[in-house]
T-cell receptor, first 113, second 113 residues
């Protein structure tokens, strides 16, 4: 079982729709989660992070965390063609007081006009 | 405020050669983490440097080594290159041992022939 799992996609949504990206994780001790956006050939760009159960909103983006179900999601409202990218979910992993990120393989989102 | 910078952008090497990649963290950041991203995969943690010491390491062989300088910049060295080392190498900078947000540089695309 992978530590962080994402559906590879592609997830295809029409322009203006809500895109829902999902991520599950295996380590119940995980506290914080990050969503990165990665355009083809570019490096990951941090969109937002969440560490409390519930929803966190930032503009058109909403992150949702359910620790009991070990589930994280990212909702993108009013999707635009410029949102077409791969979305990476990552969890924080602590070791000896130091932190690293463990990533899923990413979900490719395609927003069509 | 300069973000994370990496050099070179692209590199082509032959099997068995050695390579050095460089990273300068975002202003105010003191921790540098290195990740390898193979095509179609999420970034995989290589190692992390804080206070000029390697603090934690992922599942990578000893051919991968690094260094952090007093100005917090870092190098990643890979010896005896294999074809499987072809990937995007990402440097992420953060504050305080990797806690919280990590910001990625543009990456170095390494091709081993």
């Amino acid at each position: 079982q992978k530590e962080v799992e994402q559906n590879s996609g592609p997830l295809s949504v029409p322009e203006g729709a809500i895109a829902s990206l999902n991520c599950t994780y295996s380590d119940r001790g995980s506290q914080s989660f990050f969503w990165y956006r990665q355009y083809s050939g570019k490096s990951p760009e941090l969109i937002m992070f969440i560490y409390s159960n519930g929803d966190k909103e930032d503009g058109r983006f909403t992150a949702q965390l359910n620790k009991a179900s070990q589930y994280v999601s990212l909702l993108i409202r009013d999707s635009q063609p410029s949102d077409s990218a791969t979305y990476l979910c990552a969890r924080e992993a602590f070791s000896g007081g130091y932190n690293k990120l463990i990533f899923g393989a990413g979900t490719r989102l395609a927003v069509h006009p | 405020d300069a973000g994370v910078t990496q050099s070179p952008t692209h590199l082509i090497k032959t099997r068995g050669q050695q390579v050095t990649l460089r990273c300068s963290p975002k202003s105010g950041h003191d921790t540098v983490s290195w990740y390898q991203q193979a095509l179609g995969q999420g970034p995989q943690f290589i190692f992390q440097y804080y206070e000029e010491e390697e603090r934690q390491r992922g599942n990578f062989p000893d051919r991968f080594s690094g260094h952090q300088f007093p100005n917090y910049s870092s190098e990643l060295n890979v010896n005896a290159l294999l074809l499987g080392d072809s990937a995007l190498y990402l440097c992420a900078s953060s504050f305080d041992r990797g806690l919280g947000e990590q910001y990625f540089g543009p990456g170095t695309r390494l091709t081993v022939t």
